[in-house]
């Protein structure tokens, strides 16, 4: 074994041993506890069980520590420091993931609000396909700039829209004030058989109802047999027939449920139903499946005549198709009974 006093002796200086180990245990003590001061704060708990770990090893150099010993405490503190280092690395790992998922989350709700193909929309997809690209969050700042004009953008796009969608509403509330207001100029002239209004006012109600942007359905209903009747018994029953279909319908119908006279043995109602077309179709059937008659007691005889009508319904998403449709229903139904 070298002497070390012959080593530090090498500059011609008398140099104990003691003042040698005592040099050695301060450098040690130094290191040590530059190792504990100097490492990363990445997280709290981490960094105070680190400190408190080098701290006991750095106490170990008791005065009567065998030099030996020093090189099994440096080699503890550096197991240490490489320990939490990795532990750290492990840290900013997950918090870059994190960043990632919080990205995602936030290009999901830009889409949803904005739209995939707006400016915020796509800017915050490029950001997080570069991300996925990177695999680490690299530079903080410049993400923070980045997602900042994004969401500039956002809050731009979003004010713009609320500007559109009022004027949307106002034209809108517009339309529907005037079809209130032709509804109640309308509404002056009642049929005089069945005392319902007629056609035009049909043909306001269903501009008003799309106009609403609440789901309605038209049903045209036409009474079979009323002009065979009319030229059998005569007008007074053929009108009779229409009377108790109107009474029968008006029962049938919802408060809300609007009931029109169009023309001839032919009626229209307007329903308001949040259900499918098939659910509504059900409704009007059962309606239609009750039995109704009209008694007809002349010429030394007793008839009942029974009331029943051909229908079908539709949505309403346009007056004018409506009408077109009702038209050509009407008309594919018997010449006779079109009055």
């Known amino acids: 074994m070298i002497s070390l006093k012959r080593y530090f002796n090498a500059s011609g200086e008398e140099t104990s041993f003691a003042q040698v180990e005592t ?31 080098i701290k006991r090893i750095r106490d170990g150099l008791a005065p009567d520590l065998p030099p030996e010993r020093l090189t099994d405490l440096a080699e503890a503190a550096t197991r240490a420091l490489t320990a939490y280092n990795k532990r750290i690395k492990a840290l900013l790992i997950s918090q870059g993931s994190e960043v ?22 796509k800017r915050l997809q490029e950001i997080t396909i570069e991300l996925e690209k990177s695999g680490a969050v690299t530079d903080l700042r410049v993400l923070k700039g980045r997602l900042t004009d994004c969401l500039k953008d956002l809050r731009e796009e979003t004010l713009q829209q609320k500007t559109e969608a009022a004027g949307t509403m106002l034209k809108l509330q517009m339309t529907i004030e005037q079809s209130r207001g032709a509804v109640a100029s309308a509404g002056n002239s009642l049929d005089a058989v069945t005392g319902l209004p007629g056609r035009d006012d049909a043909l306001v109600a269903m501009q008003a109802a799309v106009a609403g942007g609440v789901r309605q359905y038209a049903v045209i ?102 009408d077109k449709q009702i038209q050509i229903f009407v008309a594919a139904q018997s010449a006779g009974d079109y009055a």
């Open 23 to 53: 040099s050695l245990r301060q450098t040690v003590s130094l290191l040590i506890s530059a190792m504990g001061s100097s490492a990363v704060d990445g997280d709290p708990a981490e960094f105070s069980d680190f400190r408190g770990e």
């Open 100 to 121: 990632k998922h919080i990205l995602s989350l936030l290009q999901d709700t830009v889409i949803n609000i904005a739209g995939e193909n707006t400016r915020s929309g």
């Open 221 to 322: 209903m036409v009474v079979n047999r009323v002009q065979m009747v009319n030229a059998r018994f005569g007008r007074e029953v053929g009108d009779r027939m229409l009377v108790v279909f109107r009474e029968h319908m008006t029962k049938q119908l919802a408060a809300g449920d609007k009931l029109f006279h169009w023309a001839g043995p032919a009626f229209v109602a307007i329903l308001e139903r949040e259900v499918p077309l098939g659910i509504v179709r059900l409704l009007v059937k059962r309606m239609m499946d009750v039995k109704i008659e009209v008694d007809y007691s002349g010429d030394g005889r007793s008839v009942l005549i029974p009331v029943s009508a051909v229908w079908f319904a539709l949505p309403l998403t346009s007056a004018s198709d409506a």
